[in-house]
């Protein structure tokens, strides 16, 4: 990438608004990409993005799941799967002191020192980077910005006695367990976030939590990567943890991480630990000073590998720093699983030239997700690797097959799901890479699906375990909308058998909503229906929602949602329908999903003028464009008379070839007359205008309709039927009938033309002329 880039460092303590602030930068440019060091905060961030602008427009990449519209211009990405050789205007990495991390520490080094936006790259980050920022890359400008809320100490506080809104952090899962166990004897339960859970799954658990059925939440430090949680105070139950070779005290830098998560925005926040255990001295100063000591070294490998051989691959992957701030990654996963397979001698005959080593390489980057025994990843990647490597340089479609059908379980207790989620992971990987396996595309869909039935079932132990349905040791437990509601006793169930949700609970209306998005009626749903009701949503494609002439927004034969008035024509807002009863982080969800499809229902509608071919058009057809677009499609051409007069023939050619037509009147595209586009047309008019300022629609084939009443002249343009005296007149007739009163025809044989009686045609004729 360009070396030319404008490179800003904004490096701070959490809560700042760094992301928000790179986001908002990104979308300023024509195009951009935005780095993630987690695959649920890219998720989270492409949810955001994709409010914006509409998912047509942006791309999601990550190690399992890749969706990459047909003309992107944002990608949002893990920082592993970020597709390196694309050139965008803006690239932004967040996360930066990653770089220090001893396992995944060179892919951010590499990223910081190699990759470029075209006109801008932002590195987003800790302050602990700004020496070795400093020292490899020189011209970057450094930008700080006071966090948005106060963190305090609040000290060592005993569990029973923690505020509501709390999460516990503990570094094991069977603390985690166990603190989640005495939390749902004393406080009612709690959600629980771990980084093995599935995005599906931690959605679902936050969400209890965020609507206020729970009001704890215990979690590793996977909460500690920005992602946003209504966390008022967080308790440290460990101060150690296991980093994959050692058990090691967390650093300051670390613990003030997890600790920024309270207190969001504007809201304060506090932090301490769960008595006994207490803060070393000087750390509770230190993070609410937000200073710690500088990184002193980054890891690094080399980015220019040598493929020639499997030996000469080691070596290059072993060629040591020629800068001291840069280490030597010694632990990678992946060269470690190249060294064992370079040991077998089947193998080593196999990987005989650049081809063949670079495949043996590919196959050694897939991720160890299950986390078991090395060996058996080395074992699963030697046999993906024969099947790669043979005659049918694919693998086998039975033996895939026989391997995802044993993790298609929802049986077992939460470690065998957890353990099951990590296996179909690996699965998906695999299933992304299209060359990889026949027919991807369904591999993507079958590992998704048992990822997400695996995931339901999942939420649902949790929640058996962790939280206390009950109305008497339940003290803490409260509805969504906040109060103090007794439950029925609960019913002792088996672990293999869902949990029901009581008559009254805020999301039993869920109930009524199952085939939501199917074709046909709705039908009753299995209650606790929660999270596939909210991801069945979420992930439907554009396909599935409609939209008609009111605005009305439907998914299948249920009523979503209408169109709102938004910050202007083309973004229009959302109003949920019918979904009073369902929590706030359900609803917020929900509303995502639509206001995203409500930008995509823009830019489809516009999508004639925004091909490549009409962006790079020069600055007076841009300008026509402009309106057109401000217009959904119509203009008048006596306000584009500057941008018309400076129309290259060659512009003009090109305009008409992609069906715009400048007339003398009006400026229209041909394609936004068809009724389809008429109706989606009117749709935006009505979020927009107020009222009964909004036309009917005209009947299908109708060439003009009579002007009502306190209906707002542009509305009847912007639905491609400007107003000429009585009459609002199709775009393309206008025209026609312009052109024939220019050459002379009377106005009363053209009243036909017009669609209208004998006796308004002079006065139509007055104002077409005028």
């Known amino acids: 990438m360009a070396d030319a880039s404008a490179i800003t460092a904004v490096l701070g303590p959490t809560n700042t608004g760094k992301t928000h602030r790179a986001i908002e930068r990104m979308l300023a440019h024509d195009s951009g990409m935005i780095g993630l060091p987690l695959r649920l905060l890219a998720r989270e961030v492409y949810d955001r993005v994709t409010t914006r602008v509409g998912e047509a427009r942006v791309a999601l990449v990550t190690g399992e799941e890749k969706r990459v519209p047909r003309r992107p211009d944002y990608w949002v990405c893990t920082v592993e799967a970020m597709p390196i050789d694309l050139e965008v205007d803006f690239l932004a990495i967040d996360e930066i002191q990653l770089a220090g991390h001893d396992q995944r520490g060179h892919v951010f080094t590499e990223r910081l020192l190699l990759s470029r936006g075209r006109r801008?790259?932002?590195?987003?980050?800790?302050?602990?980077?700004?020496?070795?920022?400093?020292?490899?890359?020189?011209?970057?400008?450094?930008?700080?910005?006071?966090?948005?809320?106060?963190?305090?100490?609040?000290?060592?506080?005993?569990?029973?006695?923690?505020?509501?809104?709390?999460?516990?952090?503990?570094?094991?899962?069977?603390?985690?367990?166990?603190?989640?166990?005495?939390?749902?004897?004393?406080?009612?339960?709690?959600?629980?976030?771990?980084?093995?859970?599935?995005?599906?799954?931690?959605?679902?658990?936050?969400?209890?939590?965020?609507?206020?059925?729970?009001?704890?939440?215990?979690?590793?430090?996977?909460?500690?990567?920005?992602?946003?949680?209504?966390?008022?105070?967080?308790?440290?139950?460990?101060?150690?943890?296991?980093?994959?070779?050692?058990?090691?005290?967390?650093?300051?830098?670390?613990?003030?991480?997890?600790?920024?998560?309270?207190?969001?925005?504007?809201?304060?926040?506090?932090?301490?630990?769960?008595?006994?255990?207490?803060?070393?001295?000087?750390?509770?100063?230190?993070?609410?000073?937000?200073?710690?000591?500088?990184?002193?070294?980054?890891?690094?490998?080399?980015?220019?590998?040598?493929?020639?051989?499997?030996?000469?691959?080691?070596?290059?992957?072993?060629?040591?720093?020629?800068?001291?701030?840069?280490?030597?990654?010694?632990?990678?996963?992946?060269?470690?699983?190249?060294?064992?397979?370079?040991?077998?001698?089947?193998?080593?005959?196999?990987?005989?030239?650049?081809?063949?080593?670079?495949?043996?390489?590919?196959?050694?980057?897939?991720?160890?997700?299950?986390?078991?025994?090395?060996?058996?990843?080395?074992?699963?990647?030697?046999?993906?690797?024969?099947?790669?490597?043979?005659?049918?340089?694919?693998?086998?479609?039975?033996?895939?097959?026989?391997?995802?059908?044993?993790?298609?379980?929802?049986?077992?207790?939460?470690?065998?799901?957890?353990?099951?989620?990590?296996?179909?992971?690996?699965?998906?990987?695999?299933?992304?890479?299209?060359?990889?396996?026949?027919?991807?595309?369904?591999?993507?869909?079958?590992?998704?699906?048992?990822?997400?039935?695996?995931?339901?079932?999942?939420?649902?132990?949790?929640?058996?375990?962790?939280?206390?349905?009950?109305?008497?040791?339940?003290?803490?437990?409260?509805?969504?909308?906040?109060?103090?509601?007794?439950?029925?006793?609960?019913?002792?169930?088996?672990?293999?058998?869902?949990?029901?949700?009581?008559?009254?609970?805020?999301?039993?209306?869920?109930?009524?909503?199952?085939?939501?998005?199917?074709?046909?009626?709705?039908a009753p749903a299995p209650e606790d229906d929660r999270a596939r009701w909210v991801e069945s949503i979420v992930g439907a494609p554009h396909e599935r929602f409609s939209v008609d002439a009111a605005g009305r927004i439907h998914g299948g034969d249920q009523l979503l949602g209408q169109l709102a008035r938004g910050p202007a024509l083309l973004l229009p807002d959302v109003r949920l329908a019918a979904l009073e009863d369902v929590g706030p982080g359900a609803r917020s969800r929900v509303l995502r999903r639509l206001v995203a499809f409500a930008r995509d229902l823009v830019e489809e509608l516009l999508g004639p003028l925004r091909s490549p071919e009409v962006r790079a058009l020069p600055g007076a057809a841009r300008g026509i464009v402009y309106q057109l677009e401000q217009g959904l499609g119509t203009a008048a051409a006596r306000e584009a008379g500057e941008q018309i007069a400076e129309l290259a023939p060659e512009d003009r050619a090109l305009l008409k070839a992609h069906g715009i037509e400048v007339g003398e009147r009006v400026i229209y595209v041909r394609q936004l007359l068809r009724r389809g586009a008429l109706e989606r047309r009117l749709a935006l008019c009505a979020a927009w205008f107020d009222r009964g300022r909004v036309p009917a629609c005209p009947a299908p084939g109708a060439v003009s309709v009579p002007v009502a009443r306190g209906v707002d002249p542009k509305a009847y343009a912007a639905i491609g039927y400007p107003v000429f005296g009585t009459r609002a007149i199709r775009a393309d007739v206008a025209e026609r009938v312009h052109r024939a009163l220019v050459s002379g025809e009377p106005a009363a044989r053209l009243s036909s033309w017009m669609g209208c009686p004998a006796r308004e045609a002079p006065q139509v004729a007055a104002s077409l002329l005028g």
């Open 120 to 522: 801008e790259t932002w590195f987003l980050g800790a302050d602990t980077m700004r020496p070795l920022m400093s020292e490899l890359v020189p011209t970057a400008k450094f930008v700080q910005h006071p966090r948005l809320s106060r963190l305090a100490s609040a000290g060592a506080g005993k569990l029973s006695r923690l505020p509501p809104r709390s999460a516990v952090v503990a570094f094991s899962t069977p603390q985690v367990y166990e603190i989640a166990e005495r939390l749902r004897a004393q406080r009612g339960g709690a959600a629980v976030v771990l980084g093995a859970l599935s995005p599906r799954t931690r959605n679902a658990q936050v969400a209890m939590f965020q609507s206020g059925e729970v009001d704890y939440l215990v979690a590793t430090d996977a909460i500690g990567m920005g992602l946003n949680l209504d966390v008022r105070h967080v308790a440290f139950a460990a101060l150690r943890k296991f980093d994959g070779r050692d058990v090691r005290d967390l650093d300051p830098a670390e613990l003030a991480q997890i600790a920024g998560r309270a207190g969001r925005h504007l809201a304060d926040g506090t932090f301490g630990t769960v008595a006994p255990l207490a803060l070393p001295d000087g750390v509770a100063a230190a993070i609410e000073a937000h200073r710690f000591p500088p990184l002193r070294r980054l890891l690094w490998r080399s980015s220019e590998l040598d493929r020639s051989s499997i030996d000469a691959l080691l070596a290059s992957l072993r060629e040591p720093p020629r800068v001291r701030s840069l280490k030597l990654v010694r632990d990678a996963e992946d060269t470690a699983a190249l060294a064992r397979l370079a040991e077998d001698p089947e193998i080593r005959a196999r990987a005989r030239g650049e081809a063949a080593v670079g495949l043996l390489w590919e196959v050694c980057r897939i991720p160890d997700f299950r986390k078991l025994l090395f060996e058996s990843h080395v074992a699963l990647l030697a046999e993906i690797y024969g099947h790669l490597s043979g005659p049918k340089a694919a693998l086998d479609a039975d033996w895939m097959a026989a391997r995802v059908a044993e993790i298609d379980d929802v049986g077992g207790d939460i470690d065998t799901l957890i353990t099951r989620i990590a296996s179909i992971r690996t699965w998906t990987y695999i299933s992304n890479h299209a060359r990889w396996v026949r027919d991807a595309a369904a591999w993507q869909d079958r590992t998704r699906a048992i990822e997400d039935r695996l995931s339901d079932a999942l939420h649902e132990r949790l929640v058996q375990r962790f939280v206390e349905r009950g109305g008497g040791a339940g003290r803490g437990a409260r509805s969504s909308s906040g109060s103090s509601r007794a439950r029925p006793a609960p019913r002792r169930a088996e672990a293999e058998e869902p949990v029901k949700v009581p008559e009254g609970h805020p999301f039993a209306r869920i109930a009524a909503l199952r085939a939501l998005l199917a074709p046909g009626p709705a």
